[in-house]
């Protein structure tokens, strides 16, 4: 039987310029940035990182004032499909998001399943 995961404040904010910070340090380790974007989720408390310590798991919650992710490419199938890649390596077809404009009218989306994760899109997409 596994334990519930330790909940806690992260203390990651991802700041209004998409930028990721700990505790006022500004995160630009690649591989770090990589790892909490591909642990990214959401439930009702918020968004939080997923961690697991072989039986030991937990959920460290962020504050986001911006995109904690983004699409940076799409690709198309061999059957014409469609997909968006997010940085964090995932692939959503567009039915699978929602689009919306911010209060500056940039478009950004959210998945549908998503309450509070944003997505924005990077200049080449």
Do not use: A
């Amino acid at each position: 039987m596994s334990k519930p995961p330790r909940i806690f404040d992260s203390e990651i904010i991802v700041n209004e310029n998409n930028r990721w910070f700990f505790r006022g340090n500004e995160i630009i380790q690649e591989n770090v940035l990589e790892f909490f974007k591909k642990s990214l989720f959401e439930d009702d408390k918020g968004i939080y990182i997923h961690n697991t310590h072989g039986e030991l798991s937990e959920q460290g919650y962020i504050t986001s004032f911006g995109f904690p992710l983004k699409i940076i490419n799409w690709i198309q199938n061999e059957d014409g499909k469609m997909y968006f890649v997010l940085d964090s390596g995932e692939t959503i077809e567009p039915i699978e998001i929602n689009f919306y404009y911010d209060s500056s009218e940039k478009l950004f989306c959210m998945r549908k399943k998503d309450k509070y994760i944003k997505i924005n899109f990077n200049r080449k997409t």
